[in-house]
C-alpha cells in the first residue's frame, strides 16, 4: 500500500490546497476547501483532510479521512468521514461524503439525519428540505417530520411548513416540546405577519420576524436586487444611521402600544454610547443593566460585542428568559455570525460593521486607504453627537424599495399580540442569502 506521503491530489482545486500545506498555511488550505467541494473526488479530499487534520493534530478526523482515502465507496467509511468533518466544524465537507452514503443505504435515516445537520449548519435549509422529501416515506415524526418543518420555515417555504406541521403529533419525548413550541411560535407569526408582509423570497422583514421574533427596523439602500434584500455586506457605520436606528426604535415602541420606563445600559463601551443616546430621546433615565428590572429597554450595539465582556455571557444568559416588560434593542445584528441570544428589534443585519467611534477606513493624504484613530472622548459627549445628526434615510443606489416608517409601524400593530413573546435562540435570517450558519 502506498504511504500517503507519496500520494497527491490530481484535481486543480485540491492541489492548491495540498501546496498550501506545504508552505505549511493550514488557513489556505482550509480555504481552498471552502466552496466548489462538493463534486469533487472523495477519495483524493479526504486525503488532503487527513493531511490537514494530521497537522491540527484532530486524530478522529484524520482516522476517519484515511479510511474513506483507502475505501472511498464504503458507506461506513462515508459517514464516519461526515460525523468527524461536522464534528470538527467544517460541515461542508461532510456533506458530499454523507450524501453518497445515503445513495448507498437509502434507507439510513442516521444517515439522513447527519446530512440535514449538515445542511443546516451551512444555511442550506432548502437543499435540507429536498433530501427529507425525497425520504419522506421512511420520515419519523420527531425528529425527521419536524426537522422538515423547520428547514422549510428557515428556507422561506411556508406552505411546505404549513402542510407537514399538520401532519406532526405531538411530541412522546419531552425533549422535543422546546422544539415543538418554537416551531409553533415560529407559524403563528407568520399568520399575524402575513397580511402585512408579502412573505416572499425578498422580504426579509418579514421572516426575520417570523424565525426569531425580531422586527428588523431598517433596511439596507445598497445590493437590494443583488440578493441582500437589505443586509448589509461591510458597514461603516455613522452617527446618522445610529440616529435613524433609535428614531424607529421609539416609533415602534409607540406602535405597540409598550410604555417603558428606563433605558438599561450594557458594560461594553458601544452600548452605553448608544443607550445614553436612547434615553435621551426616549425621555427616560439611563440605568446600568439589571436582569430583574420590569419595563425598560436593553440596548446594545451588537450583542456579539457585548458577548465579549467580562460580564455578557452571563447578562446573555439572563436575556434568554427575559423580565416581562423587558424590550432587547440590536442596533447592528451579525447575519452571517448571529448573536446566541435574538433582539426583540434590531436596526440593521450586516457582515462586518465598524461603530462610528471605532477608528474608519479612509483615504490618507498620500491616497493610500488607512484607518484613522478612535473616539476616546467621553462616552456622554458622543452621545450628543448621535442626537444631532441627521436621520433622514440614505437613498443608497436607488433600487432599493421604499421604506417609510409608516409601513414599519403598520407592520408592528399588525404584529403586536405576538411580538415581544418570542423564542431567545439566535437564529440566521431566511431569504436568498444564506448564513455560515444558523445557529
Given at each position: 500500500?502506498?504511504?500517503?506521503?507519496?500520494?497527491?491530489?490530481?484535481?486543480?482545486?485540491?492541489?492548491?490546497?495540498?501546496?498550501?500545506l506545504?508552505?505549511?498555511?493550514?488557513?489556505?488550505?482550509?480555504?481552498?476547501?471552502?466552496?466548489?467541494?462538493?463534486?469533487?473526488?472523495?477519495?483524493?479530499?479526504?486525503?488532503?483532510?487527513?493531511?490537514?487534520?494530521?497537522?491540527?493534530?484532530?486524530?478522529?478526523?484524520?482516522?476517519?479521512?484515511?479510511?474513506?482515502?483507502?475505501?472511498?465507496?464504503?458507506?461506513?467509511?462515508?459517514?464516519?468521514?461526515?460525523?468527524?468533518?461536522?464534528?470538527?466544524?467544517?460541515?461542508?465537507?461532510?456533506?458530499?461524503?454523507?450524501?453518497?452514503?445515503?445513495?448507498?443505504?437509502?434507507?439510513?435515516?442516521?444517515?439522513?439525519?447527519?446530512?440535514?445537520?449538515?445542511?443546516?449548519?451551512?444555511?442550506?435549509?432548502?437543499?435540507?428540505?429536498?433530501?427529507?422529501?425525497?425520504?419522506?416515506?421512511?420520515?419519523?415524526?420527531?425528529?425527521?417530520?419536524?426537522?422538515?418543518?423547520?428547514?422549510?420555515l428557515?428556507?422561506?417555504?411556508l406552505?411546505?411548513?404549513?402542510?407537514?406541521?399538520?401532519?406532526l403529533?405531538?411530541?412522546?419525548d419531552?425533549?422535543?416540546?422546546p422544539?415543538?413550541?418554537?416551531?409553533?411560535?415560529?407559524?403563528?407569526?407568520?399568520?399575524?405577519?402575513?397580511?402585512?408582509?408579502?412573505?416572499?423570497?425578498?422580504?426579509?422583514?418579514?421572516?426575520?420576524?417570523?424565525?426569531?421574533?425580531?422586527?428588523?427596523?431598517?433596511?439596507?439602500?445598497?445590493?437590494?436586487?443583488?440578493?441582500?434584500?437589505?443586509?448589509?455586506?461591510?458597514?461603516?457605520?455613522?452617527?446618522?444611521?445610529?440616529l435613524g436606528?433609535l428614531?424607529?426604535?421609539?416609533?415602534?415602541?409607540?406602535?405597540?402600544?409598550v410604555?417603558?420606563?428606563?433605558?438599561?445600559?450594557?458594560p461594553?463601551?458601544?452600548?452605553?454610547?448608544?443607550?445614553?443616546?436612547?434615553?435621551?430621546?426616549?425621555?427616560?433615565?439611563?440605568?446600568?443593566?439589571?436582569?430583574?428590572?420590569?419595563?425598560?429597554?436593553?440596548?446594545?450595539?451588537?450583542?456579539?460585542?457585548?458577548?465579549?465582556?467580562?460580564?455578557?455571557?452571563?447578562?446573555?444568559?439572563?436575556?434568554?428568559?427575559?423580565?416581562?416588560?423587558?424590550?432587547l434593542?440590536?442596533?447592528?445584528?451579525?447575519?452571517?455570525?448571529?448573536?446566541?441570544?435574538?433582539?426583540?428589534?434590531?436596526?440593521?443585519?450586516?457582515?462586518?460593521?465598524?461603530?462610528?467611534?471605532?477608528?474608519?477606513?479612509?483615504?490618507?493624504?498620500?491616497?493610500?486607504?488607512?484607518?484613522?484613530?478612535?473616539?476616546?472622548?467621553?462616552?456622554?459627549?458622543?452621545?450628543?453627537?448621535?442626537?444631532?445628526?441627521d436621520?433622514?434615510?440614505?437613498?443608497?443606489?436607488?433600487?432599493?424599495?421604499?421604506?417609510?416608517?409608516?409601513?414599519?409601524?403598520?407592520?408592528?400593530?399588525?404584529?403586536?399580540?405576538?411580538?415581544?413573546?418570542?423564542?431567545?435562540?439566535?437564529?440566521?435570517?431566511?431569504?436568498?442569502?444564506?448564513?455560515?450558519?444558523?445557529?
Open positions: 500500500m502506498f504511504s500517503r506521503r507519496y500520494r497527491r491530489p490530481k484535481t486543480p482545486e485540491l492541489l492548491q490546497a495540498w501546496q498550501a506545504d508552505e505549511d498555511d493550514i488557513p489556505a488550505a482550509l480555504r481552498q476547501l471552502r466552496h466548489g467541494t462538493d463534486d469533487l473526488p472523495l477519495d483524493q479530499l479526504a486525503l488532503v483532510v487527513a493531511r490537514i487534520a494530521g497537522r491540527g493534530g484532530f486524530d478522529d478526523l484524520r482516522t476517519a479521512a484515511d479510511a474513506l482515502t483507502a475505501r472511498p465507496e464504503k458507506a461506513r467509511a462515508l459517514y464516519d468521514f461526515g460525523y468527524a468533518c461536522i464534528e470538527r466544524g467544517v460541515p461542508h465537507l461532510a456533506i458530499p461524503a454523507l450524501r453518497q452514503a445515503l445513495r448507498q443505504s437509502p434507507d439510513s435515516t442516521v444517515i439522513l439525519r447527519e446530512l440535514v445537520s449538515a445542511y443546516e449548519r451551512e444555511g442550506r435549509h432548502r437543499e435540507a428540505v429536498d433530501v427529507l422529501t425525497a425520504h419522506e416515506s421512511g420520515l419519523a415524526d420527531w425528529p425527521d417530520r419536524y426537522l422538515l418543518v423547520f428547514n422549510a428557515m428556507a422561506g417555504d406552505a411546505l411548513a404549513r402542510r407537514h406541521h399538520a401532519r403529533p405531538d411530541p412522546q419531552a425533549m422535543w416540546l422544539a415543538r413550541a418554537r416551531q409553533r411560535a415560529m407559524l403563528e407569526r407568520a399568520a399575524g405577519a402575513g397580511p402585512v408582509s408579502p412573505l416572499d423570497a425578498t422580504d426579509l422583514r418579514g421572516w426575520q420576524y417570523v424565525i426569531g421574533g425580531t422586527v428588523l427596523t431598517t433596511l439596507s439602500p445598497y445590493g437590494f436586487g443583488a440578493g441582500m434584500s437589505g443586509r448589509f455586506a461591510w458597514l461603516q457605520d455613522t452617527h446618522d444611521q445610529c436606528g428614531v424607529r426604535l421609539k416609533a415602534i415602541i409607540g406602535a405597540a402600544g410604555r417603558p420606563t428606563s433605558v438599561s445600559l450594557l461594553d463601551r458601544a452600548s452605553r454610547i448608544l443607550g445614553l443616546a436612547a434615553a435621551r430621546l426616549l425621555e427616560l433615565p439611563a440605568e446600568p443593566f439589571a436582569p430583574d428590572r420590569e419595563e425598560t429597554v436593553v440596548v446594545a450595539y451588537d450583542l456579539n460585542d457585548v458577548a465579549g465582556t467580562e460580564e455578557g455571557p452571563e447578562i446573555l444568559g439572563r436575556l434568554f428568559e427575559r423580565t416581562p416588560g423587558q424590550i434593542h440590536e442596533h447592528a445584528s451579525n447575519w452571517t455570525d448571529p448573536p446566541v441570544v435574538a433582539a426583540d428589534s434590531v436596526t440593521l443585519l450586516h457582515q462586518s460593521a465598524t461603530a462610528p467611534w471605532d477608528g474608519q477606513l479612509r483615504a490618507g493624504e498620500d491616497g493610500d486607504v488607512e484607518r484613522g484613530a478612535p473616539d476616546s472622548r467621553p462616552e456622554e459627549e458622543i452621545a450628543a453627537d448621535i442626537l444631532a445628526a436621520a433622514t434615510s440614505d437613498e443608497g443606489d436607488g433600487a432599493t424599495p421604499a421604506d417609510p416608517v409608516e409601513r414599519l409601524t403598520d407592520f408592528v400593530s399588525a404584529v403586536r399580540d405576538t411580538w415581544l413573546r418570542g423564542d431567545r435562540a439566535g437564529l440566521s435570517s431566511a431569504g436568498p442569502v444564506s448564513s455560515a450558519r444558523f445557529l
